[in-house]
Nanobody, 124 residues
Framework: QVQLVESGGGLVQAGGSLRLSCAAS????????MGWFRQAPGKEREFVAT???????YYAASVKGRFTISRDNAKNTVYLRMNSLKPEDTAVYYC??????????????????WGQGTQVTVSS
C-alpha cells in the first residue's frame, strides 16, 4: 500500500494556472503508475492524466495540451500542472496509484490507492 496526500488546489480565474502535488509514502514510489482523476458535483469521477513508472504519459482529451503530469521519484511526488483553466475544470482532484503495469490505465477500478482530494475552483 501507498499513502497519498494531495495539495495545491484553490480558487483561480479562468485562464489561470495551478500546480497540484501528490506526496506518496509507503512502498517504493518508482514502481507505481500514478494517475489524476477529478469529480465535479453530481458527476462521476473521471480520468484526467496518468504517468507510468517508465514516465510515459496519457491524457484525457478534455485536458490534453493544457495539463501536464510529471513525477519526481526522488521526492516521491507526482505533479499536475494545469494551464488555461476553464470553469468546467472545477472539481475535486484526486491522486491515485497502482502497481506498474504494461498499459495506460484510465479507469477508477484500475487504481487501488487514493488520496483524499483537493478542491480546484475556476471562476468565470
Amino acid at each position: 500500500q501507498v499513502q497519498l496526500v494531495e495539495s495545491g488546489g484553490g480558487l483561480v480565474q479562468a485562464g489561470g494556472s495551478l500546480r497540484l502535488s501528490c506526496a506518496a509514502s509507503g512502498r517504493t514510489f518508482s514502481n507505481y503508475d500514478m494517475g489524476w482523476f477529478r469529480q465535479a458535483p453530481g458527476k462521476e469521477r473521471e480520468f484526467v492524466a496518468t504517468i507510468t513508472r517508465t514516465t510515459s504519459t496519457y491524457y484525457a482529451a478534455s485536458v490534453k495540451g493544457r495539463f501536464t503530469i510529471s513525477r519526481d521519484n526522488a521526492k516521491n511526488t507526482v505533479y499536475l500542472r494545469m494551464n488555461s483553466l476553464k470553469p468546467e475544470d472545477t472539481a475535486v482532484y484526486y491522486c491515485a496509484a497502482r502497481s506498474g503495469g504494461i498499459y495506460y490505465y484510465t479507469g477508477t477500478e484500475d487504481y487501488d490507492n487514493w488520496g483524499q482530494g483537493t478542491q480546484v475552483t475556476v471562476s468565470s
